[in-house]
């Protein structure tokens, strides 16, 4: 299929699916003459990725490129392979220290976490940011908040073994979590609603 096919295939505007292959989003396709060139079924697959990474999970370029990366050379253990999906997802409010009340919250939960993981910084931040505009966020909502997040994670992990590759499981891990954010957001709020009517 020629550009405007691929346009019309994807609902993606040619003027942005040429500034996908300025960036290096999108891979070129088979060229044909000088000015034209031929897209195929993984042309498709790259644009839909890389418009629910924009326009849906909110990623920058510069994060697409890294989940890009990432998606193309998936390391072989399942566990590497999440080390480095979340490296290569955008984390806001990981340039920071660790707190020492976050390092010791995720101590006392035992859990085996790389000490330069950047969701510690970002975890450190959150809970400063929230404090601040005043949130009371105790240890114990803090450690209550940690469990039910334990619940997602394992449902998330359930999820990624079930892929049938490590590149279907890095694909699963990197595109879910991104793409799988808001609907969390939207099952709390939701949740919250529910609570509330039932306690009166």
Known sequence: MRISELAETTGVPVHTLKYYLREGLLMPGEATSRTRAEYGAEHVERVRLVRALVEHGGVGIAGVHSILAALAAPPPSRHELLGVAHCALPTPGDQGPVSDEVAALVDDLGWPVWPEAPALRA????????????????????RRYAAAMADVAAVDLDVALAAESPAAAMHTVVVGTVMVDPVLVA?????????SARRG
């Open 123 to 142: 975890l450190s931040a959150a809970v400063a940011a929230a404090r601040a505009a005043g949130v009371e966020l105790s240890t114990g909502s803090l």
């Open 187 to 195: 099952l709390r709020r939701l949740a919250q609603e529910s609570v």
